[in-house]
C-alpha cells in the first residue's frame, strides 16, 4: 500500500483530457452488482452505505491488447484518512503477468481529508476482462461510496505527472564496453557446471546455457568468480579438487574446468576476465605449492612457507607454453581477488611484479588490474611493472548504503527498490589516478541490512540496479563492472535447476531432484492462491532469470557505443534513472527508469532522435514480483507521439531508435 503525496495527487487529478474509454456506476448501479444483499446496504442520498460486511464485483470485457493503461477511482461520500473499504482487480483471460491473480490495486488514503480513492493498473496485453470487487463494511466501516470509475488514461491525463527528458548528444561522457556488464561467473554452481559440458556428455546443457547467457546482456565473464581464485588452479579439475580440499577442508560442489568455461564463453561470444590465483600454483611436479606465507597457505596447512615468487611466476610461463593459456584466450588478467584481506601490501607487490612481466611477455596488449591496496602504486613503480597496469580495483565503491525501514534483514521491497548507493561519491576519490577504475564486482545494495534471500530474485533489484549501474557506465574513468553473482539462488542474477516458494518468497535448489506436479487452480489457470501450502513453482533442470538479469540485458545495448550527457526535470522530484547514449552501431538508445508506483509521462527532448522506435520493457504490479509469469515483458515498436510516452508504474524502459 503506497501513500501517494498530495501534491502529486492534485496534479494527476487536475490533469485535462478525457479517456477514449470510460465506465462509470454511480451508487444505484453498484448496488446491483453480483453479491448485493439488500439487507446489507442502504441508500443515503447520492452514496451507498454497508450495515454489514458485503462484497461486490462486476466484470469489465475487452479486446486483447486494446488498452495499455487503466485509472480505478473510488470516491466517497467524506474523507478518510485511510481507505475505508477494499478494492481488488482481477484481469483475466490470457497467461502474462497480472491475470489470474489478487492485485490490490486501491493505496492507502492519499491525503488526509481525501476522498477519492486512484489506482492505475497495466492491463496484460492478452487479458480480456477486468474482474472488479468491491468490500464494504469491515471491521465496523459505514463509508459511503458515490462512484466507481474505470477509465482508459492517455497521455492527456497524465500532464500533471510530466517528466522531461533532456539529452545533449553532443557533450559525450563515456563508452561503454563489453566488460561493463559483467558478472562473476562462479566455476562452482551446477547450472554452470552444465552449461560448460562438451555437448557430447551426458548430463551437458551446453547449448541452452549458451542461448540464456546471449539473452541475459552478460558481455563479460570473472573467472573463477571471487574468493574462489584462491582455491582453483587452471591446469585441471583435479588439480583444483586437491587444492579445496586443502583449504576448506570438504569436497567443491561442481568445480568448472578452465578448458571447458573458456571453450564455452567464446562460442557464446563473452569476454573473459581471468584471475589469477595469488596464493598457490603447481609445480612441475604436479605438487601444490603456496607462494608465500599468506592466508590462504596458513588456512591449508602451510607454515612459515618460503616465498617462492619465481617459481610462480615460472608456473604461469609454463601454463603459456603447454597450451593452459593461450594468447587472446584471456580478454582481462586480473591478478588476484581482495587481497588486502589476505597478504600485506609488499608480499601482493611482489606476486605482481612475478606474474605481470610473464603476461605482458605471453600476452603483449592485454589490460591488466591489480587489487586497490594502499602503497601498492609505489611499490609496483619501485618493483618496474606500475606501467604496465592497467586499472585498480574497487569493490562495491558506495558512498551511501541505505539502511531500510524498520530494521534489518528486512523485506522492504520499496526502499530497496529506491535505494541509492552513490557510486559517484566513492568513484570520484579515484579520479586522480593516472589508472583506471575496475570495479571487479559490486551489487547495488548492502548485503548485511536487507534480506537478500527475498530481494535478490525481486523486481525491486532490477530497479535499484536500473537506478544505480548507469552510474558506472557514465564514468570514463571506470573500464570494468562486474556484478556478484550470475548464477546463485542467493544474491545471482539467474537461477538454475530451481524451486520458487510464492508465501516465502525465495528460490530453492532442486539437487536434480524430480519435483511433485504442480496443483492447478480450479479453472485450470496457472495460478495457485499462494496461500496454499504446495505454492511452489518448479524449473527442473531450467535456466531462469530474473528482473535483474532483464535489466542488465537492456543495459548491455550500449555496450561498443556511448554514453552522452542527460537530465530529467520535474515538478514532483522524479526518482528515476536515465541513461542516454549510442549503441555499437550508432542506434540512438534511451533507457529510462520509473520507481514508483504510478505512471509518468515523458517528454523527450533530443535533437534528431528517430519517432519510429523499438520498445524493450519489464513492469510489474509489485516489487515483490520475481520469478517468470510475476512480471511482463514487452517487446514491440512504437511510435512516439511528439516525444511522448507513458512509463508505467515500477517499469524499466529501453528505446532504441530505428
Same mark, same amino acid.
Given at each position: 500500500?503506497?501513500?501517494?503525496?498530495?501534491?502529486?495527487?492534485?496534479?494527476?487529478?487536475?490533469?485535462?483530457?478525457?479517456?477514449?474509454?470510460?465506465?462509470?456506476?454511480?451508487?444505484?448501479?453498484?448496488?446491483?452488482?453480483?453479491?448485493?444483499?439488500?439487507?446489507?446496504?442502504?441508500?443515503?442520498?447520492?452514496?451507498?452505505?454497508?450495515?454489514?460486511?458485503?462484497?461486490?464485483?462486476?466484470?469489465?470485457?475487452?479486446?486483447?491488447?486494446?488498452?495499455?493503461?487503466?485509472?480505478? #477511482?473510488?470516491? +466517497?461520500?467524506?474523507?478518510?484518512?485511510?481507505?475505508?473499504? #477494499?478494492?481488488?482487480?482481477?484481469?483475466?483471460?490470457?497467461?502474462?503477468?497480472?491475470?489470474?491473480?489478487?492485485?490490490?490495486?486501491? /493505496?492507502?488514503?492519499?491525503?488526509?481529508?481525501?476522498?477519492?480513492?486512484?489506482?492505475?493498473?497495466?492491463?496484460?496485453?492478452?487479458?480480456?476482462?477486468?474482474?472488479?470487487?468491491?468490500?464494504?463494511?469491515?471491521?465496523?466501516?459505514?463509508?459511503?461510496?458515490?462512484?466507481?470509475?474505470?477509465?482508459?488514461? #492517455?497521455? %492527456?491525463?497524465?500532464?500533471?505527472?510530466?517528466?522531461?527528458?533532456?539529452? *545533449?548528444?553532443?557533450?559525450?561522457?563515456?563508452?561503454?564496453?563489453?566488460?561493463?556488464?559483467?558478472?562473476?561467473?562462479?566455476?562452482?554452481?551446477?547450472?554452470?557446471?552444465?552449461?560448460?559440458?562438451?555437448?557430447?556428455?551426458?548430463?551437458?546443457?551446453?547449448?541452452?546455457?549458451?542461448?540464456?547467457?546471449?539473452?541475459?546482456?552478460?558481455?563479460?565473464?570473472?573467472?573463477?568468480?571471487? #574468493?574462489?581464485?584462491?582455491?582453483?588452479?587452471?591446469?585441471?579439475?583435479?588439480?583444483?579438487?586437491?587444492?579445496?580440499?586443502?583449504?576448506?577442508?570438504?569436497?567443491?560442489?561442481?568445480?568448472?574446468?578452465?578448458?571447458?568455461?573458456?571453450? +564455452?564463453?567464446?562460442?557464446?561470444?563473452?569476454?573473459?576476465?581471468?584471475?589469477?590465483?595469488?596464493?598457490?600454483?603447481?609445480?612441475?611436479?604436479?605438487?601444490?605449492?603456496?607462494?608465500? *606465507?599468506?592466508?590462504?597457505?596458513?588456512?591449508?596447512?602451510?607454515?612459515?612457507?618460503?616465498?617462492?615468487?619465481?617459481?610462480?611466476?615460472?608456473?604461469? %610461463?609454463?601454463?603459456?607454453?603447454?597450451?593452459?593459456?593461450?594468447?587472446?584466450?584471456?580478454?582481462?588478467?586480473?591478478?588476484?581477488?581482495?587481497?588486502?584481506?589476505?597478504?600485506?601490501?609488499?608480499?601482493?607487490?611482489?606476486?605482481?611484479?612475478?606474474?605481470?612481466?610473464?603476461?605482458?611477455?605471453?600476452?603483449?596488449?592485454?589490460?591488466?588490474?591489480?587489487?586497490?591496496?594502499?602503497?601498492?602504486?609505489?611499490?609496483?613503480?619501485?618493483?618496474?611493472?606500475?606501467?604496465?597496469?592497467?586499472?585498480?580495483?574497487?569493490?562495491?565503491?558506495?558512498?551511501?548504503?541505505?539502511?531500510?525501514?524498520?530494521?534489518?534483514?528486512?523485506?522492504?521491497?520499496?526502499?530497496?527498490?529506491?535505494?541509492?548507493?552513490?557510486?559517484?561519491?566513492?568513484?570520484?576519490?579515484?579520479?586522480?589516478?593516472?589508472?583506471?577504475?575496475?570495479?571487479?564486482?559490486?551489487?547495488?545494495?548492502?548485503?548485511?541490512?536487507? *534480506?537478500?534471500?527475498?530481494?535478490?530474485?525481486?523486481?525491486?533489484?532490477?530497479?535499484?540496479?536500473?537506478?544505480?549501474?548507469?552510474?558506472?557506465?557514465?564514468?570514463?574513468?571506470?573500464?570494468?563492472?562486474?556484478?556478484?553473482?550470475? %548464477?546463485?539462488?542467493?544474491?545471482?542474477?539467474?537461477?538454475? *535447476?530451481?524451486?520458487?516458494?510464492?508465501?516465502?518468497?525465495?528460490?530453492?535448489?532442486?539437487?536434480?531432484?524430480?519435483?511433485?506436479?504442480?496443483?492447478?487452480?480450479?479453472?485450470?489457470?496457472?495460478?495457485?492462491?499462494?496461500?496454499?501450502?504446495?505454492?511452489?513453482?518448479?524449473?527442473?533442470?531450467?535456466?531462469?532469470?530474473?528482473?535483474?538479469?532483464?535489466?542488465?540485458?537492456?543495459?548491455?545495448?550500449?555496450?561498443?557505443?556511448?554514453?552522452?550527457?542527460?537530465?530529467?526535470?520535474?515538478?514532483?522530484?522524479?526518482?528515476?534513472?536515465?541513461?542516454?547514449?549510442?549503441?555499437?552501431?550508432?542506434?540512438?538508445?534511451?533507457?529510462?527508469?520509473?520507481?514508483?508506483?504510478?505512471?509518468?509521462?515523458?517528454?523527450?527532448?533530443?535533437?534528431?532522435?528517430?519517432?519510429?522506435?523499438?520498445? /524493450?520493457?519489464?513492469?510489474?504490479?509489485?516489487?515483490?514480483?520475481?520469478?517468470?509469469?510475476?512480471?511482463?515483458?514487452?517487446?514491440?515498436?512504437?511510435?512516439?507521439?511528439?516525444?511522448?510516452?507513458?512509463?508505467?508504474?515500477?517499469?524499466?524502459?529501453?528505446?532504441?531508435?530505428?
Amino acid at each position: 500500500m503506497m501513500k501517494i503525496t498530495g501534491f502529486l495527487l492534485v496534479l494527476l487529478l487536475a490533469a485535462p483530457g478525457f479517456a477514449a474509454f470510460e465506465r462509470r456506476w454511480n451508487a444505484a448501479e453498484i448496488a446491483g452488482w453480483p453479491g448485493a444483499v439488500p439487507e446489507a446496504l442502504r441508500r443515503d442520498g447520492n452514496a451507498l452505505r454497508a450495515r454489514k460486511p458485503v462484497l461486490l464485483e462486476t466484470k469489465v470485457h475487452f479486446g486483447r491488447g486494446q488498452y495499455r493503461l487503466l485509472r480505478l #477511482t473510488v470516491r +466517497t461520500a467524506e474523507s478518510a484518512p485511510v481507505a475505508p473499504f #477494499t478494492v481488488i482487480a482481477l484481469f483475466q483471460g490470457g497467461r502474462e503477468a497480472g491475470n489470474h491473480y489478487w492485485n490490490s490495486v486501491v /493505496r492507502a488514503g492519499i491525503t488526509p481529508g481525501s476522498d477519492c480513492y486512484d489506482s492505475f493498473l497495466t492491463v496484460p496485453a492478452d487479458a480480456t476482462e477486468l474482474g472488479i470487487k468491491l468490500r464494504l463494511g469491515d471491521r465496523g466501516g459505514t463509508a459511503g461510496i458515490t462512484d466507481v470509475t474505470l477509465a482508459e488514461v #492517455t497521455p %492527456e491525463q497524465l500532464t500533471g505527472s510530466v517528466v522531461t527528458v533532456s539529452v *545533449d548528444p553532443s557533450k559525450r561522457l563515456a563508452s561503454p564496453t563489453a566488460f561493463h556488464f559483467g558478472a562473476n561467473v562462479v566455476g562452482n554452481f551446477p547450472g554452470i557446471l552444465a552449461g560448460t559440458r562438451p555437448a557430447s556428455e551426458p548430463g551437458s546443457r551446453r547449448s541452452d546455457f549458451i542461448r540464456f547467457v546471449q539473452s541475459t546482456g552478460l558481455r563479460a565473464a570473472r573467472y573463477p568468480g571471487g #574468493t574462489e581464485s584462491h582455491w582453483f588452479l587452471p591446469e585441471s579439475v583435479g588439480a583444483t579438487r586437491r587444492l579445496f580440499r586443502l583449504t576448506e577442508r570438504r569436497d567443491p560442489a561442481c568445480p568448472v574446468g578452465w578448458q571447458e568455461f573458456k571453450s +564455452t564463453m567464446k562460442e557464446a561470444g563473452i569476454k573473459i576476465i581471468y584471475q589469477l590465483n595469488t596464493s598457490f600454483y603447481l609445480d612441475d611436479g604436479n605438487e601444490i605449492r603456496p607462494i608465500d *606465507d599468506t592466508y590462504f597457505p596458513r588456512k591449508a596447512g602451510f607454515r612459515e612457507s618460503p616465498p617462492r615468487y619465481a617459481e610462480a611466476a615460472a608456473a604461469l %610461463e609454463r601454463n603459456f607454453r603447454n597450451g593452459v593459456f593461450v594468447p587472446g584466450d584471456v580478454d582481462y588478467w586480473e591478478i588476484g581477488n581482495e587481497e588486502f584481506a589476505y597478504m600485506d601490501s609488499g608480499r601482493y607487490a611482489k606476486v605482481c611484479a612475478a606474474f605481470i612481466p610473464v603476461i605482458a611477455r605471453y600476452d603483449p596488449g592485454r589490460p591488466i588490474c591489480v587489487t586497490g591496496m594502499k602503497e601498492l602504486p609505489e611499490k609496483l613503480k619501485a618493483l618496474g611493472v606500475w606501467d604496465q597496469v592497467t586499472g585498480v580495483t574497487t569493490h562495491y565503491p558506495y558512498a551511501a548504503w541505505p539502511r531500510p525501514t524498520p530494521g534489518y534483514l528486512t523485506a522492504d521491497y520499496r526502499s530497496f527498490a529506491n535505494a541509492d548507493v552513490r557510486f559517484s561519491k566513492n568513484l570520484a576519490h579515484s579520479a586522480g589516478s593516472e589508472k583506471n577504475i575496475s570495479v571487479s564486482e559490486s551489487s547495488v545494495y548492502n548485503l548485511f541490512t536487507y *534480506d537478500f534471500n527475498r530481494m535478490q530474485p525481486s523486481f525491486a533489484l532490477g530497479l535499484a540496479l536500473a537506478g544505480n549501474w548507469p552510474e558506472l557506465l557514465k564514468n570514463g574513468k571506470v573500464d570494468m563492472a562486474v556484478f556478484h553473482d550470475f %548464477e546463485s539462488n542467493y544474491f545471482g542474477l539467474t537461477r538454475y *535447476d530451481a524451486g520458487f516458494d510464492e508465501v516465502g518468497r525465495r528460490f530453492h535448489s532442486l539437487d536434480g531432484k524430480t519435483p511433485p506436479p504442480r496443483q492447478e487452480g480450479s479453472d485450470g489457470n496457472w495460478f495457485v492462491n499462494p496461500a496454499k501450502s504446495n505454492s511452489v513453482r518448479c524449473y527442473p533442470k531450467e535456466y531462469v532469470p530474473s528482473p535483474g538479469s532483464e535489466v542488465m540485458a537492456m543495459l548491455s545495448a550500449f555496450a561498443g557505443g556511448s554514453v552522452c550527457a542527460a537530465g530529467t526535470e520535474s515538478a514532483f522530484g522524479f526518482p528515476g534513472t536515465v541513461l542516454a547514449g549510442t549503441g555499437a552501431g550508432g542506434r540512438p538508445l534511451l533507457f529510462v527508469s520509473n520507481p514508483l508506483e504510478i505512471p509518468v509521462l515523458v517528454r523527450l527532448r533530443w535533437p534528431g532522435f528517430p519517432a519510429e522506435c523499438a520498445l /524493450r520493457r519489464i513492469d510489474a504490479d509489485s516489487f515483490a514480483a520475481a520469478a517468470p509469469g510475476e512480471y511482463r515483458r514487452r517487446n514491440a515498436d512504437i511510435t512516439l507521439s511528439g516525444g511522448r510516452f507513458i512509463l508505467p508504474a515500477r517499469s524499466v524502459t529501453l528505446l532504441a531508435g530505428k
